[in-house]
């Protein structure tokens, strides 16, 4: 199967698992809520059963008390108990069985601080059933038939008695007697046994109903726990098949083809190459380098025929280019989905830490990959004489300082001396290439650095002589064999074998290959044990422009809030899904097209601000379609083009045919969101933060956190863990300023500058 097909699928795949845990989630928490309001149900309905038990006891209580008595606050009290339970009085906001007896002290009053409601009410809207809710209103007409008798009993003790009529107007001496025979009446104990009968078949009926729905409700809750159990289980395996794909149809094929590459390097033509082996775009790679080996093979064993060996290893040049750019292309457009949607996913809330460290794991192996190709494309743009030196004016000492906060902390760590030594006056502007200038620094540096064990020493000397710069850097490190001296320029050579997996050999080559092109020389010295000395030189010119860089925006999601629509234009559904993904954090809207043709009829239906525009497609490419929009359509709206071939003469000619702007696979979100402000005009509407900010400003504002975060960013700062360093962040929540401090400073390579913050407040 395709590569491109393949990523559909397990792009296909995976949403569909995701998906899929998302609804059973949402279940689960659904049958949870049904449980607990299946309990609460079941309290608060038994509570309105006990009150109406418990009234009618404590209004037996009181009126009993009060014919032995005669105290008038137990009257009182029970007038209160009967009109609370009828709605005339305010209910107490704390009433439970226990809250008549701590009011049995004279001069004790009860607190109405509820509402008034009648008991018989919340009955009703207690949602009880029918049968019930009448045996609950059975026992209250019965209890509302005792105070009959309780009445008369307590007008007995007050000289009050009924006439015929049932009224009580006929007054006489007090009849304690009469009142404790009414209260301690077996009529009395009767009409009691009348209350409490139809309130334990309420008891009966409710919990058998209750405790039946309870069951069923924690029966779902076990269920849905299972099927969230099952859908993660099966949204790993998903995962992890999606990994070990990709490591086994992308990343160990290309570990093949760098075998291979190194092996026909040195003229190994015994190499055997299993183009059979992978039918995709692997195989594809693997037959150009075939054709590679082929004409190399007749190049070296036909001395004989000069100019057709000639002619072959131009042809040979020619497919190791068309290669290099397919092999580019091809893994350029799954690396643009895998580090695309990688990094969406680890914006996810939803996900959890183990698979936030798969997702970083995957996003390392991407990128070190797209490094390798990198590095790769690099080397052969300069054997094809396409890599231009761009001289600009720039501060030389800044350069130099930035350097040296790079390597200083680096170096501090490892305990290496490290020192940098040059004159002040050394020019101070010059012109040149500035960022060659820094990538052959830094690779020299770099190399140094990983070969100085530790207490050694890397000392870089800067001079200026005859109208050129001359750079030493010199380290106490390993050293180098004499007879390896001369293959450490070449490709992917590699003579440290502690080192030989961890790079592609490149680094002195592309350093040699530059040095070269900026008009200098470059050439080594080294003693086994004792170190090694680089040497080289570039020209230059003086300059007297001041130039002030800018800073570099971030952009955070939903900081757009213009309604702008974008057609995104790309035959690849994968690569058309990321960047809309992307434009929807911002809140744009956005329409998709999978051709030419199709984003022609999109833009004579729609007003679209701005396109996202692949390159290559089927039907009608993207250099066709610009070319129609600008000359036929005669439209001017902003285009920028996006494609997988990254050499300059592709980016000319997508310029040339109408493009504003030009953006390379994979795809930098922040560049790409920064190039669309540019062309909508949105720049005042981003929420930007700068890549410097103010020390004395920021600083201040960490004095609340706690000295913990402190003590973890030491160390992580210490290890140079930025993945740590940037979760650390999230965990604390900081403030936005805070965080863009410290990646600012991550962004710089200034860990010393975070150590230092971090013993300010651990001490």
């Not at 025979?181 to 139809?198: D, N, T, V």
């Not at 043709?597 to 396109?611: G, M, N, Q, R």
């Amino acid at each position: 199967m395709k590569l491109k097909k393949l990523f559909m699928l397990l792009f296909i795949f995976n949403t569909v698992a995701f998906i899929s845990m998302a609804i059973v989630i949402n279940k689960y928490q659904k049958a949870t809520i049904d449980l607990e309001d299946a309990y609460e149900m079941q309290y608060k309905s038994l509570i309105l059963a006990h009150e109406l038990r418990q009234s009618s006891d404590d209004l037996t209580r009181m009126a009993r008390t009060y014919v032995i008595t005669g105290n008038p606050m137990f009257e009182k009290q029970y007038k209160t108990v009967l009109d609370i339970r009828n709605g005339l009085k305010a209910r107490p906001q704390r009433y439970n069985g226990i809250f008549w007896d701590f009011l049995t002290i004279d001069g004790s009053v009860a607190k109405l601080d509820g509402k008034k409601i009648p008991l018989r009410q919340l009955m009703k809207e207690a949602n009880f059933l029918d049968e019930e809710l009448n045996l609950l209103f059975t026992s209250q007409n019965e209890s509302d038939d005792l105070t009959r008798l309780e009445h008369k009993a307590m007008n007995a003790v007050k000289g009050i008695f009924e006439n015929s009529e049932g009224n009580y107007t006929i007054k006489d001496k007090p009849n304690f007697k009469l009142a404790r025979q009414i209260m301690h009446s077996r009529q009395y104990h009767e009409a009691k046994i009348r209350i409490m009968k139809p309130l334990d078949t309420f008891y009966k009926a409710f919990e058998k109903r209750t405790k039946q729905k309870v069951i069923e409700a924690a029966n779902v809750v076990k269920q849905q726990e299972l099927n969230v159990n099952v859908i993660v289980v099966l949204s790993i395996l998903i995962f992890l098949t999606s990994f070990f794909i990709i490591l086994f149809r992308i990343v160990y094929p290309l570990d093949l083809l760098r075998k291979i590459m190194l092996r026909l390097s040195k003229n190994d033509m015994s190499v055997e190459l299993e183009k059979n082996k992978y039918d995709d775009e692997i195989g594809d790679m693997i037959g150009a380098v075939e054709i590679f080996k082929d004409n190399t093979t007749k190049l070296i064993s036909s001395e004989s025929k000069l100019k057709i060996a000639i002619n072959e290893a131009k042809n040979a040049n020619k497919a190791k280019s068309i290669f290099l750019a397919r092999m580019s292309h091809e893994l350029r457009t799954p690396l643009n989905a895998i580090l695309g949607f990688t990094s969406l996913l680890q914006k996810s809330t939803s996900i959890n830490k183990n698979d936030k460290e798969s997702l970083n794991i995957i996003q390392k192996s991407g990128k070190h990959l797209l490094n390798i190709i990198n590095e790769i494309l690099e080397l052969s743009k300069i054997e094809a004489g396409k890599i231009e030196i761009r001289p600009i004016s720039f501060d030389f000492h800044d350069l130099v300082k930035e350097l040296d906060s790079i390597f200083s902390f680096r170096c501090k760590s490892k305990d290496i001396n490290f020192e940098i030594n040059f004159l002040s006056t050394l020019p101070k502007y010059i012109k040149t290439d500035e960022q060659r200038l820094k990538q052959i620094l830094i690779n020299l540096l770099g190399n140094s650095l990983k070969f100085t064990n530790k207490e050694g020493r890397i000392i870089v000397n800067i001079y200026e002589k005859n109208k050129k710069l001359f750079f030493e850097v010199k380290d106490s490190g390993k050293g180098i064999k004499k007879e390896d001296l001369e293959k450490i320029f070449k490709p992917f050579e590699q003579v440290d074998d502690e080192f030989k997996q961890k790079g592609t050999g490149l680094g002195l080559s592309i350093t040699k290959e530059l040095v070269t092109l900026m008009g200098g020389d470059i050439y080594v010295k080294s003693q086994i044990k004792k170190g090694t000395q680089f040497f080289f030189s570039i020209e230059y010119e003086l300059s007297q422009d001041k130039v002030k860089k800018a800073d570099v925006l971030e952009f955070e999601a939903n900081s757009i809030i213009e309604n702008k629509t974008i057609l995104v234009v790309d035959d690849i559904k994968v690569n058309r899904d990321l960047i809309c993904k992307i434009l929807e954090q911002y809140k744009f809207k956005t329409y998709e097209a999978s051709s030419g043709s199709e984003a022609l009829e999109l833009i004579s239906k729609y007003d679209i601000d701005l396109i996202c525009m692949d390159i290559l497609m089927k039907d009608l490419n993207g250099l066709e379609t610009m070319k129609i929009i600008r000359e036929q359509l005669n439209l001017d709206l902003p285009i920028i083009a996006i494609s997988a071939n990254v050499y300059e003469e592709d980016k000319a000619q997508a310029l040339a045919c109408g493009a504003n702007d030009f953006i390379s696979k994979p795809i930098d979100e922040n560049e790409l969101i920064s190039k669309i402000s540019k062309y909508l005009n949105l720049s005042s509407k981003l929420q930007t933060i700068p890549k410097t900010v103010k020390v004395e400003n920021i600083e201040d504002s960490f004095s609340g956190i706690s000295k913990t975060f402190f003590e973890l960013l030491r160390k992580y700062s210490l290890d140079m863990n930025e993945d740590k360093i940037l979760e650390l962040l999230e965990t604390y929540k900081l403030l936005e300023n805070q965080k863009a401090y410290i990646k600012a400073l991550l962004d710089d390579f200034n860990y010393s500058k975070i150590n230092d913050l971090c013993i300010k407040y651990i001490h």
